[in-house]
């Protein structure tokens, strides 16, 4: 492990992590290759981009189960649901836009509709990227919300990924998995906390507000939780590391009572997290204001990894001065 360093602010793709924030290289790919030494079945596939998604480290260590499928995302899909109807359990990894926005049909009818076992891993999940709408899937959530069967996981950090690949791998149907890459940042095994599939969980206590989170912005709800508490100000957050299926049961009982409740996620205020939230409180008749932190319903620009966080309100800096306004507005 390392520890992240300050970032350049000319970097366009640069480590999530926050200095200061310990790092794992490659978590999914040492993950994978784990579980494909307990099951042989398990295969992995790449569209030109094994080295983007470290699948690399699958291809390596094994060359006779890695399938390059090329800069053919439809076909990928399709080849992996073939090899999950004879029984294999395929990862297919590309990045998230060309997995929603090229693939869905090919997600939805081959995969999802007949309930195979194939692992969507997709890399650039959000605002992850600085290279603008081409490559930021911010609304990759909304876009496959809606599909029957299908999992939707978004990992908080390398502790996530590396317990979520065996557990996604045991699962019967289809998942999509928002990807962090390279150097991932490494927190929740500073806390009480083990991934399972399909549960949120409680990751720290607080009297004064919660934070329900998601992927990435579970480790900034904790960095700004530190930072809040420093001011006097106790944050509990709860961490929904599978978007789809929700646990409504969980979720709504840390958000009971008069606490101020925000939302955390790295995706569109559009057809996220949010909105599930919001929904779930909805269906209950339960009248509770929350307050989304997310990416505004609009196409991002392009530009250093650091600043875009800043400037949408996702760093942690801006975690924290949002809900410090928050919270100064009701008093």
Same mark, same amino acid.
């Given at each position: 492990m390392t520890v992240a360093q300050p970032q350049r602010?000319?970097?366009?793709?640069?480590?999530?992590?926050?200095?200061?924030?310990?790092?794992?290289?490659?978590?999914? =790919?040492?993950?994978?290759? %784990?579980?494909?030494e307990a099951d042989q079945r398990i295969v992995g596939l790449a569209a030109?981009?094994? %080295?983007?998604?470290?699948?690399?480290?699958?291809?390596?260590?094994?060359?006779d189960r890695f399938f390059?499928? =090329?800069m053919a995302e439809q076909v990928m899909m399709a080849a992996a649901a073939g090899m999950?109807?004879?029984?294999?359990?395929?990862?297919?990894?590309?990045?998230?836009?060309?997995?929603?926005?090229?693939?869905?049909?090919?997600?939805?009818?081959?995969?999802?509709?007949?309930?195979?076992?194939?692992?969507?891993?997709?890399?650039?999940? =959000?605002?992850?990227?600085g290279y603008g709408p081409s490559h930021q899937a911010t609304e990759d959530v909304a876009i496959l919300r809606g599909m029957p069967g299908l999992t939707?996981?978004?990992?908080?950090?390398?502790?996530?990924?590396?317990?979520?690949?065996?557990?996604?791998?045991?699962?019967?149907?289809?998942?999509y998995t928002r990807l962090l890459r390279g150097a991932v940042p490494r927190i929740l095994d500073d806390y009480d906390y083990s991934f399972e599939l399909g549960k949120a969980k409680l990751v720290r206590p607080g009297d004064d507000a919660v934070f329900v989170s998601? =992927?990435?912005?579970?480790?900034?709800?904790?960095?700004?939780?530190?930072?809040?508490? %420093?001011?006097?100000?106790?944050?509990?957050?709860?961490?929904?590391?599978?978007? %789809?299926?929700f646990d409504e049961e969980t979720v709504l009982a840390q958000i009971a009572g008069d606490r101020p409740v925000f939302t955390l996620e790295n995706h569109s205020v559009i057809g996220g997290l949010f909105e599930t939230v919001a929904a779930a409180l909805a269906r209950r008749g339960i009248g509770k204001k929350v307050v989304p932190i997310a990416l505004p319903d609009e196409f991002l620009a392009a530009g250093a990894l650091p600043t875009l966080h800043d400037r949408y309100g996702i760093s942690t800096n801006a975690v924290t001065d949002r809900v410090r306004e928050e919270l100064s507005a009701r008093t």
């Amino acid at each position: 492990m390392t520890v992240a360093q300050p970032q350049r602010s000319a970097a366009m793709i640069a480590s999530i992590a926050d200095p200061g924030v310990r790092t794992t290289r490659a978590p999914f =790919g040492d993950a994978l290759v %784990k579980a494909a030494e307990a099951d042989q079945r398990i295969v992995g596939l790449a569209a030109d981009l094994a %080295k983007y998604t470290d699948m690399h480290v699958f291809a390596r260590a094994f060359p006779d189960r890695f399938f390059q499928m =090329g800069m053919a995302e439809q076909v990928m899909m399709a080849a992996a649901a073939g090899m999950a109807e004879v029984g294999q359990i395929p990862f297919a990894a590309t990045y998230s836009v060309f997995a929603t926005r090229r693939a869905y049909d090919f997600l939805c009818l081959d995969m999802a509709e007949p309930g195979l076992n194939v692992n969507i891993v997709a890399a650039l999940p =959000g605002l992850t990227t600085g290279y603008g709408p081409s490559h930021q899937a911010t609304e990759d959530v909304a876009i496959l919300r809606g599909m029957p069967g299908l999992t939707i996981v978004d990992p908080c950090d390398a502790v996530d990924i590396e317990q979520a690949v065996p557990q996604l791998a045991a699962a019967p149907g289809p998942s999509y998995t928002r990807l962090l890459r390279g150097a991932v940042p490494r927190i929740l095994d500073d806390y009480d906390y083990s991934f399972e599939l399909g549960k949120a969980k409680l990751v720290r206590p607080g009297d004064d507000a919660v934070f329900v989170s998601s =992927g990435l912005m579970t480790m900034r709800g904790l960095l700004a939780a530190e930072q809040l508490a %420093k001011r006097g100000i106790d944050v509990a957050v709860v961490h929904c590391a599978t978007l %789809k299926p929700f646990d409504e049961e969980t979720v709504l009982a840390q958000i009971a009572g008069d606490r101020p409740v925000f939302t955390l996620e790295n995706h569109s205020v559009i057809g996220g997290l949010f909105e599930t939230v919001a929904a779930a409180l909805a269906r209950r008749g339960i009248g509770k204001k929350v307050v989304p932190i997310a990416l505004p319903d609009e196409f991002l620009a392009a530009g250093a990894l650091p600043t875009l966080h800043d400037r949408y309100g996702i760093s942690t800096n801006a975690v924290t001065d949002r809900v410090r306004e928050e919270l100064s507005a009701r008093t």
